[in-house]
């Protein structure tokens, strides 16, 4: 067991106020990307599931987000203090505009607020906060590997890229549409949708996270990961469908009955993500 002298305990506890001030930051910062929303009035009024969902998601995205600011040598606490809150704020920035593109590209089809503010779309909820601990697990990743911030922001534009890819690789294996599903407050289909956003977060931040001596050299093994990532995707949905559903239809599940099962939705969930953890142990 390691023991800290006082010193280092009040350091670690500077650290510590440091990273609560981000916290309330991106708190800030999450109401003013969403001036529609009324957090309180969601949350504590009309007890907003849907709106409850997204909120924990953007949390955790922004604990992740605060975190990579916190990695790394520390060099002196004046240093280290300037570096979490130059980290910390770009980190916080980035994590609400991904929300802004992949509400744009991902979900096109549709308005993401309205679905969760007016419709109190729980499926919507659920995959906007995938999407939020997607981004917050890039970011944590890209700052373990990247040497500046610049590269942070490189790492994180091609991993965006490749959640998109994903997500409409998705959309073709699955014999329905999704979002029409989701329209139509399929959990279910929103939960497994999930799964398959984290899961390629988890491949993603492991990609990012590694230190690379060359552009080229980062290019090739990030990319040859995003690959086998998207491989994996359609293989697992077989696995799931195949072996932990076996003698069942997952799609019969999910989308052709008349209570979609939110427990397939689950397991179709956790199988990606599971997945996507032992791609990155066997590496």
């Not at 600011?69 to 004046?78: D, R």
């Not at 001596?213 to 994996?232: C, D, F, K, P, R």
Request: glycine residues 8%; negative net charge; aromatic residues 10%.
């Amino acid at each position: 067991m390691k023991y800290f002298n006082i010193t280092e305990l009040g350091i670690s506890a500077l650290y510590f106020l440091a990273s609560l001030v981000l916290f309330f930051i991106g708190k800030i910062a999450f109401q003013q990307f969403n001036r529609k929303t009324k957090v309180s009035y969601e949350l504590l009024e009309k007890d907003n599931l849907a709106f409850s969902f997204s909120l924990v998601g953007y949390y955790i995205g922004l604990t992740l987000a605060i975190g990579s600011s916190l990695l790394g040598e520390h060099v002196s606490l004046e240093a280290d203090m300037v570096s979490i809150g130059i980290y910390g704020l770009g980190a916080i920035l980035l994590l609400n505009i991904s929300s802004i593109i992949n509400d744009k590209l991902i979900f096109r089809k549709f308005k993401m607020q309205k679905e969760i503010n007016e419709d109190e779309n729980v499926g919507s909820g659920v995959i906007e906060a995938a999407n939020y601990i997607a981004t917050g697990l890039i970011i944590f990743g890209a700052s373990k590997g990247a040497v500046s911030f610049d590269v942070i922001i490189l790492y994180w534009a091609i991993a965006q890229i490749a959640l998109i890819l994903s997500s409409v690789l998705y959309n073709i294996i699955t014999p329905y549409d999704i979002h029409d599903e989701i329209e139509k407050d399929n959990v279910a289909v929103g939960v497994g949708f999930a799964g398959t956003i984290i899961g390629m977060a988890i491949i993603l931040s492991y990609a990012v996270s590694n230190h690379y001596h060359t552009i080229s050299e980062a290019s090739v093994a990030i990319g040859t990961l995003i690959i086998i990532g998207l491989i994996t995707l359609p293989l697992t949905r077989i696995v799931t469908d195949k072996i932990l559903l076996s003698g069942y239809s997952l799609t019969d599940e999910l989308v052709n009955q008349h209570k979609p099962n939110i427990g397939c939705g689950l397991i179709e969930a956790t199988a990606y993500i599971g997945a996507s953890i032992l791609l990155t142990w066997c590496f």
